[in-house]
Every structure is written in C-alpha cells, then in structure tokens.
C-alpha cells in the first residue's frame, strides 16, 4: 500500500528560527495536506495543495507541492513557542478516496 | 460555525465488549471519514461515507463497522474489542469525497 515518510522525525530549535520538514511518498499524489496537532487535540488544516510546483503560504508557514509529484515540503519562519506539536503531511492519488498520512514530525521550540 | 463534533470524547472499556462513536460533520459537509491514531503514529484510515454510503474501507477487521445518518452524521461501532483497539478515534468531514478533511477532537478509547 501507499506510505508516506516524514523528516526529521524529531526536531529541536530555538525560538525565531525557521524550520524545514519534507514528506516523501513511493506514489504519485494530486494533493498534499499539512496539519498540525497538540496534545489531546484533532489535527487542523494548516494548508492543501493541488497542483506540482504549487507554493503556498500562511502566515509563517509555507508549503510546496513537489514537481515529482511524490514529496512535498513544509517551512516555518521565525518559530514561535505556540508551533510546538506534531506536523502530520497526508497525501491522495488519483485513484483514492482517502487521504494517507504519515508518521508525523515532533517539533519543539525552546526559548 | 460549528466544526466537527465527536462524542464521547473519553471512554473506558474491556476486552469482549462493544463500543460506539459518534460524529456530527461541520453543517454542509456530506462526507466523513473515520481514522485510527495510535500513540506515536499518523491517523490511519479506517471507513468513508458519502450520501450515507461507504465509498472507502482501510485495512480494519469486520469488527469494525459505521454507518451515516440522512443527516450526516455518522456512527462507528467496534465489535469484540481487543487491548490493541486503544487509540484515538478520529472523525473527519468534508463538502465532497475528494475534499479537504476537517477533524473533531476525537474519542480517547482504552481497552482494559
């Protein structure tokens, strides 16, 4: 089945830094989605995207589509202590209807 | 707007007995997905319901089973609950099949 792979897995910054995670999968995806989780919680929906290449922001974070179709890659600017969680990428191909997700990357910010 | 509620949010059962979540999707919404999250892990999917028929089943035994309402919501049932059932229990909604997934807060199952 599909699988996706996430890195790093764990991550430790210090407060203002930027952040950089990628998502890999063995299959070619039409869409990403990128959520964030804190403990005890649901995942929200940071962003989604659509298209190969396609760069997307929010606020801090900004995210792309890969152009092979099979990665996609998260930033965050300037970390602040409320982006502490875990960040979970979820991709669908053309033939599913569910979104696969990956194991996640934990990331901590110290002050 | 509401968002996706579950209930209960916490619950406690034993090996053998018989469980059921329960889901209400962001008004709209005619899609919800059920998903599995262990401990450590990623959410894996378990059932999608579109127009209150299943359009998408993961790799769960037939213990477990759902159902959606004429209203949307949505019902998940776990049969002959085993220790490895414990997890957090994730309902998604969205406005189609191939939408963006919204999630409630989920149902904190432990089996005993």
């Known amino acids: 089945g599909q699988q996706l792979n996430q890195s790093p897995q764990s991550m430790f910054i210090q407060e203002g830094e930027d952040v950089s995670m990628n998502c890999t999968s063995s299959?070619?995806?039409?869409?990403w989605l990128w959520y964030k989780q804190d403990p005890g919680e649901g995942p929200v929906l940071l962003i989604a995207?659509?298209?190969?290449?396609e760069l997307t922001s929010n606020g801090r974070l900004t995210a792309q589509f890969g152009i092979t179709r099979k990665d996609s890659f998260l930033n965050i600017s300037a970390s602040i202590p409320s982006d502490v969680g875990i960040y979970f990428c979820?991709?669908?191909?053309?033939?599913?209807?569910?979104?696969?997700f990956g194991p996640g990357t934990r990331l901590s910010v110290l002050p | 707007d509401a968002g996706v509620t579950q209930s209960p949010t916490h619950l406690i059962k034993t090996r053998g007995q018989q469980v059921t979540l329960r889901c209400s999707p962001i008004?709209?919404?005619?899609?919800v997905s059920w998903y599995q999250q262990v401990l450590g892990q990623g959410p894996q999917f378990i059932f999608q319901y579109y127009e209150k028929e299943e359009r998408g089943r993961g790799n769960f035994p037939d213990r477990f089973s759902a159902r959606q309402f004429p209203n949307y919501s949505s019902e998940l049932n776990v049969n002959a609950l085993l220790l490895g059932d414990s997890a957090l229990y994730l309902c998604?909604?969205?406005?189609?099949?191939?939408?963006?997934?919204?999630f409630g807060e989920g149902s904190r199952l432990t089996v005993l």
């Open positions: 008004s709209g919404h005619k899609s």
């Open positions: 995207l659509y298209k190969a290449g």
């Open positions: 979820a991709g669908r191909d053309n033939y599913g209807q569910n979104f696969v």
């Open positions: 299959s070619i995806f039409n869409t």
């Open positions: 998604a909604s969205s406005l189609l099949t191939a939408g963006e997934l919204f």
